[in-house]
């Protein structure tokens, strides 16, 4: 059999295209943060992950040109080799401290620090027990990694717990859950999961991309639930609350200091670069000295969730400003997707594999620089979408309020 076959006769997305609906690798011409230029039109931008509004504010745009200005435009090398910039050096610490972990590393991506991380640490023997609803980076890292890989049902502790319990107890083991959940918009149940992990003797790792800049004054889901102590290793991204592209894992000295020698998603990929750490550099010092940015994501994510809830749209199990819209069926996810943008109105329509079977649905997110308007005009557009294509009940509230 030809190599390329499956290419031929992947027709799917092509078929999409041809009805004017599909609605993937779409071009923004412009955007703003909270309203983008799509296809010539202006939309209310629902489904960005910039939750602290930081992408745009002076501060980190001038930081980053500055940095510019200084060092160019990359690092050309490694940070095992000549790739390794103070920047680096004082985000690693900075990072460490703000997580309260003894030590952090910067990698090029968050994807990268999933990666580099597991496969580093579990080995020939190992284990490594994920969610199910777990991001694709912690499965690709578990792939990629000589251990074995077992799954337990989406934020189910008994379900972890039997897993562990069939697992060899000398075995080195590792649980690897998301602190936020991308899709779903809910929590870990944290205090479960690491209560039942180290009754086992397993390490617990959690991957805090969703939460930090979210939870705790933007610290995170071990700050969220007192158990910043308990959890052995932190991970975060760059390319949601802190305005820039790149990720790092925080943990004690050891093993930080070992996964800096052994993971080879950092050893061979050219650093950061400048002008992204120093973003970074300047969004942390936001989120450290003006909580108000917090406060405000979580005013206009509660007022959100009041006004689709009053609608009658299913949110699923959210409990952030990541609320999900449940459709459950793949072509009127795409149709509702392509008559938001009619509305004015941008989300995210999330299929399988992306989700479960059945799962199909309009993930919408919230930053702290909506302004009231924008939010309104976005429920305007839902309640009138969801009418026409009956995703929610013909009679609901029209006007929404705080």
């Known amino acids: 059999m030809d190599l390329f076959e499956k290419t031929r006769t992947f027709t799917r997305a092509k078929e999409a295209m041809e009805m004017g609906i599909y609605p993937f690798f779409q071009p923004l011409s412009d955007s703003e943060g909270t309203t983008a230029i799509f296809k010539g039109k202006e939309v209310v931008m629902i489904?960005?992950?910039?939750?602290?509004?930081l992408t745009t504010h002076p501060k980190v745009r001038a930081a980053a040109i500055d940095a510019i200005?200084?060092?160019?435009?990359?690092?050309?090398?490694?940070?095992?080799?000549?790739?390794?910039?103070?920047?680096?050096?004082?985000?690693?610490?900075?990072?460490?401290?703000?997580v309260g972990k003894e030590a952090a590393l910067v990698f090029p991506t968050g994807y990268q620090t999933n990666v580099g991380t597991i496969s580093a640490i579990v080995q020939k023997g190992d284990?490594?027990?994920?969610?199910?609803?777990?991001?694709?980076?912690?499965?690709?890292?578990?792939?990629?990694?000589?251990?074995?890989?077992?799954?337990?049902?989406?934020?189910?502790?008994?379900?972890?717990?039997?897993?562990?319990?069939?697992?060899?107890?000398?075995?080195?083991?590792?649980?690897?859950?998301?602190?936020?959940?991308?899709?779903?918009?809910?929590i870990a149940p944290l205090p479960e999961l690491v209560e039942i992990s180290k009754r086992y003797g397993a390490r617990i790792m959690v991957d805090d991309a969703h939460s930090l800049?979210?939870?705790?004054?933007?610290?995170?889901?071990?700050?969220h639930f007192g158990l910043t102590d308990e959890v052995d290793l932190i991970m975060g991204t760059f390319s949601k609350s802190f305005a820039s592209i790149g990720g790092f894992i925080a943990g004690s000295e050891q093993v930080i200091h070992y996964i800096q020698h052994h993971a080879r998603a950092l050893m061979f990929s050219a650093s950061l670069p400048a002008a992204?750490?120093?973003?970074?550099?300047?969004?942390?010092?936001?989120?450290?000295?003006?909580?108000?940015?917090?406060?405000?994501?979580?005013?206009?994510?509660?007022?959100?969730?009041?006004?689709?809830?009053?609608?009658?749209?299913?949110t699923g199990?959210?409990?952030?400003?990541?609320?999900?819209?449940?459709?459950?069926?793949?072509?009127?996810?795409?149709?509702?997707?392509?008559?938001?943008?009619?509305?004015g109105v941008y989300t995210n329509p999330v299929v399988p594999p992306g989700v479960p079977p059945n799962g199909s649905l309009l993930r919408t997110s919230y930053m702290a620089t909506h302004t009231k308007e924008q939010l309104d005009r976005a429920l305007r557009g839902l309640e009138i979408v969801g009418r026409n294509l009956d995703l929610i009940p013909e009679k609901a509230e029209t006007e929404p309020t705080a």
Not at 47 to 53: C, D, E, I, K, P
Not at 215 to 222: E, N
Not at 290 to 296: G, L
Not at 321 to 326: E, R, S, T, Y
């Open 317 to 343: 199990p959210s409990e952030t400003p990541i609320i999900p819209l449940m459709i459950r069926d793949d072509y009127r996810t795409v149709l509702a997707w392509h008559a938001l943008i009619e509305a």
């Open 69 to 98: 200005e200084r060092f160019g435009t990359s690092c050309t090398g490694s940070r095992f080799l000549n790739g390794t910039l103070e920047f680096h050096l004082e985000l690693d610490r900075r990072l460490a401290k703000f």
């Open 213 to 223: 800049g979210v939870l705790a004054q933007g610290r995170g889901t071990a700050a």
């Open 276 to 314: 992204n750490a120093a973003a970074v550099l300047a969004a942390l010092d936001i989120i450290e000295t003006e909580p108000e940015h917090v406060q405000r994501l979580w005013d206009n994510a509660n007022y959100m969730r009041a006004g689709l809830h009053r609608l009658g749209y299913d």
């Open 127 to 186: 284990y490594v027990i994920i969610d199910k609803d777990d991001h694709a980076s912690i499965v690709d890292g578990c792939f990629m990694s000589r251990g074995e890989m077992r799954r337990f049902v989406h934020n189910d502790p008994e379900s972890l717990e039997r897993t562990l319990s069939r697992l060899p107890k000398d075995a080195g083991k590792l649980v690897v859950v998301d602190g936020v959940y991308s899709m779903g918009g809910d």
């Open 47 to 53: 489904g960005s992950n910039n939750y602290l509004g």
